[in-house]
């Protein structure tokens, strides 16, 4: 178990760099975390720490994506050294979107993959020359043309360590890891900045029309929603075309409505729109087709849906 994380540890810093260690319960509202050295955490008694407390602490074992600053006690943005990672959380679906991934010209090969749970892929890539704001975009792009989870966007982001037990599951599973390539890329080679990413690529469509047979029609609708509006494109626009495409639907003009609407606060709170602000956009975008107190409530509604969908992601 403490050689496969220390394996992984090794491939992911550097020497002498400062890394984040997170330990966290399931059922524990604070979590455990460590700023130490690269060379402390791979001592041997510090390994046996973690092997132990994830074992019989029951605890989860996760590392920040980058180095943090010399001298740091916190794992905040402002904290963070430089970008190591670019990476993705694939939840859902996870063998299919993982196979277009690899089959994927768009982006060269991840240095790492690891099996986080049956069916649930962390993806990483080790990159070197490129800004925090190039990384925020390319990490946007990535989980949109893969149908990864939008919210694991922050430079701050902590990953699971192969080779502990993820505790979510009973009984607990093993976090596996396998290293398909050892090249350290440039942002040039994801070629996600410059084209029109496909809402459905992931499910190996040729259309961002075209049903996967993996994927409901409501997944490919999700996913082309954030991929159209993380384009800058027009709400309203989007939801009569939505509307117009799903009239299989009861009342297709709801259900538009809704799937762009979740999708915008989604995006907004990732982008660091309060609570608030969200309800604010949402009223003043459907204040024209909708009942002053039933846009109200309903914008509420929205928000705290679309606040509950980026914590179960960030706790998974």
């Known amino acids: 178990m403490s050689q496969i994380a220390a394996s992984f540890l090794r491939r992911c810093f550097a020497p002498e760099e400062t890394i984040a260690v997170l330990l966290r319960r399931q059922d524990a509202a604070t979590p455990m975390q460590r700023v130490v050295r690269l060379e402390q955490v791979l001592e041997t008694p510090y390994m046996a720490w973690l092997s132990y407390e994830n074992q019989h602490g029951r605890n989860n074992i996760y590392v920040a994506a980058n180095p943090l600053r010399p001298g740091s006690r916190k ?74 989870d939008p919210a694991c966007t922050d430079c701050n982001r902590v990953l699971r360590v192969p080779g502990f037990l993820n505790r979510k599951y009973d009984p607990p599973y093993k976090v596996t890891v396998e290293y398909p390539d050892d090249s350290i890329w440039t942002p040039d080679q994801f070629q996600l900045d410059s084209v029109t990413v496909d809402a459905t690529r992931f499910a190996c469509s040729s259309s961002s029309r075209e049903q996967s047979l993996k994927h409901s029609p409501s997944e490919s609708d999700w996913a082309w929603g954030l991929h159209e509006l993380a384009h800058g494109k027009d709400a309203v626009t989007l939801t ?4 117009s495409y799903r009239s299989d639907k009861p009342n297709p003009l709801y259900y538009a409505q809704r799937t762009i609407d979740v999708a915008s606060a ?34 509420r509604e929205i928000a705290a849906t679309a606040e509950r969908m980026i914590a179960r992601s960030k706790s998974a």
Not at 82 to 110: F, K, M, T, W
Not at 240 to 243: D, I, M, S
Not at 277 to 299: G, K, N, W, Y
């Open 240 to 243: 009569h075309e939505l509307a």
């Open 266 to 299: 989604r995006l907004w709170l990732i982008e660091g729109s309060s609570f608030e602000d969200v309800i604010t956009m949402l009223e003043s975008r459907r204040s024209h087709e909708l009942p002053a107190a039933l846009c109200s409530a309903r914008a």
């Open 75 to 148: 794992r905040t943005k402002e904290c963070i050294a430089s970008v190591r990672h670019l990476y993705l959380d694939i939840d859902e679906d996870g063998n299919a979107r993982l196979a277009a991934l690899r089959a994927s010209q768009l982006v060269p090969p991840p240095t790492s993959i690891l099996s986080t749970s049956p069916g649930k892929y962390q993806v990483l890539w080790r990159v070197e020359d490129i800004d925090f704001a190039r990384q925020e975009q390319t990490l946007k792009l990535l989980a949109i043309a893969f149908g990864g």
